[in-house]
């Protein structure tokens, strides 16, 4: 008889390439970056650059370009968008600074979408069991560029974590990109109109944009009240069993 022949055992290479293309690994790559870029913007504050006029040789088309591009990298690392939408109005007036805005927000969306989607979907997705993260990936899921709008337009949810809850569940990225750029318009606008008259904090422009701030925020309060009173009605009622 002859004898079997034995399968070649997977090299150290490829046993070395699985483990470091699993679930777990690439979530761990995930948070190595995250926590890199959150370390890069507390030693190096690249919005206090935006704010003061990066860069200052660069003027016109040219200088708006590279803000969206610094506006994107900087929301993927975690920089308030506020800060950044105020800096805008103010090195580029309200329109130009909110295009800007705008492409930035979109740009830093796409990025933590990707990084989320890539590197730590696989690894999180089974760990969806709460009946709060089950109902909103459910809701993004089911409801991607509706439940996404809603989000922009109602500034409860950090823009982070709303990116990566939107890369975990099953979303696209066409719905995603369209509701985070549709969305984001209107509370983007009062922050550009802000810093474009910051200068003159009596002017119409100025408190109306505030105004609106406030108003949104508002709004915000009152859905995210809504919804958590909405949820808690639907929970089932424990049964008292009598004796």
């Known amino acids: 008889m002859l ?10 290479a490829v046993r070395c390439s699985r483990a470091l293309l699993s679930p777990w690994s690439r979530l761990s790559l995930l948070f190595a970056v995250l926590a890199s870029a959150a370390v890069t913007v507390v030693l190096y504050e690249p919005q206090r650059l935006l704010s003061a006029g990066w860069p200052p040789q660069v003027g016109g088309v040219g200088a708006v370009v590279l803000f969206a591009l610094a506006y994107g990298l900087c929301t993927a690392a975690f920089v308030p ?17 909110l295009v800007a805005a705008v492409a930035g927000t979109v740009l830093g969306a796409g990025i933590a979408f990707t990084l989320g989607r890539l590197l730590g979907r696989d690894a999180l997705r089974p760990l969806v ?29 950090p823009f982070a974590a709303a990116n990566y809850c939107a890369a975990v569940s099953r979303m696209g990225y066409l719905p995603f990109l369209l509701a985070t750029g549709l969305g984001s318009i209107p509370n983007t606008a009062a922050y550009v109109v802000a810093g474009s008259e910051a200068a003159s904090p009596t002017s119409p422009a100025f408190l109306f944009a505030m105004g609106f701030i406030v108003l949104s925020g508002l709004c915000a309060a009152v859905v995210a009240w809504r919804k958590r009173h909405r949820l808690r009605s639907r929970e089932p009622q424990p049964v008292n069993h009598r004796p």
């Open 129 to 157: 069991r709460g009946r709060w993260l089950k109902a909103a990936d459910g809701q993004l899921s089911r409801h991607g560029f509706r439940s996404m709008l809603a989000i922009r337009l109602f500034p409860g949810v």
């Open 3 to 12: 004898d079997p022949v034995a399968r070649p055992q997977a090299g150290l």
């Open 81 to 97: 968008r506020p800060v950044l939408n105020l800096a805008a109005g103010a090195l580029f007036g309200s329109q130009a600074g």
